[in-house]
């Protein structure tokens, strides 16, 4: 009877284990998740326990929060949950993937088929509107932990590749008002091929003060088979918008490139990482970076984000939302 109970309880605990994290395990068209795909396309970096603790956040003079180095670092430090729920937020890679995984798996079975349609984004990314059939919008909102959630999402498995529009506004009082943040994602990614891209977007409305209010935009494409990637994050500061772009090989042999762009014509910082990098690998990088004639760079890859950096498509990616009317129909999904 012992044992039987014992067994019992072991059972339960699996159980409970398993469906706090079901997205980590859900199967996207085949064998591969967003999550998988983008560890093994975009620079994934492991932190130390220092690094990790909110009290340690900082720590080291060339390292520490506010610095280039540590942002470079900060965007793409591993994310684990829910250890990092509240230290890392979303500048980090991992955290927007990490959500944009938990809500497709979470409501992918909640969306019913529709007749098979164009559907645009909530937020513009300026990219063509792509064909869906399946949608859900969760307009009455569900509360969490105190929080109201109101989710949408519209995808279309085709093959082996999935196209998927994914969303949520968040609601939160707090003793100033309330605390509204909303995100979309706008993504494709197939298992087969091992290609995924996805785009971002957020905007925070806090009501102590619009001085801290903040738009961001993402953007990745890549490869998880040979690790090549390409990506620009666009954040709203309080001087302008912060903008990091990188190219290059993240695992394996080779290296990669990121550039934070000057601004007002002043001098592009270009940092050379070699694949696999390290906390340590971007610790040692010089604040101040180097110019991009000074790179060790025989693939170009400085020289083509430079070149990017002067294209409409760095200019639309560069363009983050300034407010919560940015996203049409309150950050739902128009269902024909």
Known sequence: MKKALIQGLILVLCIFALSGCQFFDTVFNGNSTIWELSKNTTPYVATTKSVRAPSSLGAGKSFESGSPTYGLFSIFREYVYPEDEGIIDTGNIYKLLFEASQLYAGK?????????????????????????????????????????????????????????????????????????????????????????????????????????????????????????????????????VWTVVGKGVSKGTGYYILCIPGTNGAQNHYYRLPADATEADYRALKEAGSAREDLDDPNGYATSIEAYLKSADFTRRNTVPESLEDFKNDGFVEVP
């Not at 098979?116 to 399946?134: N, Q, V």
């Not at 957020?202 to 001085?211: G, I, L, V």
């Open 108 to 240: 992918k079975s909640s969306a019913t088929g529709i007749t098979a349609a164009k559907i645009e984004s909530p937020f513009d990314f300026g990219t063509d509107a792509e064909i869906y059939d399946h949608a859900y919008n969760d307009k009455e909102g569900t509360i969490e932990n105190g929080k109201t959630y109101y989710r949408t999402i519209a995808y279309r498995e085709d093959g082996k590749k999935t196209y998927a529009i994914l969303g949520y506004t968040v609601e939160e009082s707090i003793d100033a008002g309330t605390k509204i943040q909303r995100q979309i994602f706008l993504t494709s990614f197939g298992s087969s091929t091992g290609d995924i891209e996805l785009e971002f977007a957020t905007y925070d409305d806090k009501p102590n003060s619009a001085d801290s209010d903040f738009g961001r935009r993402f953007y990745v494409e890549g490869n998880a088979n040979d690790h090549t990637f390409f990506c620009q994050e666009a954040t709203e500061g309080t001087v302008g």
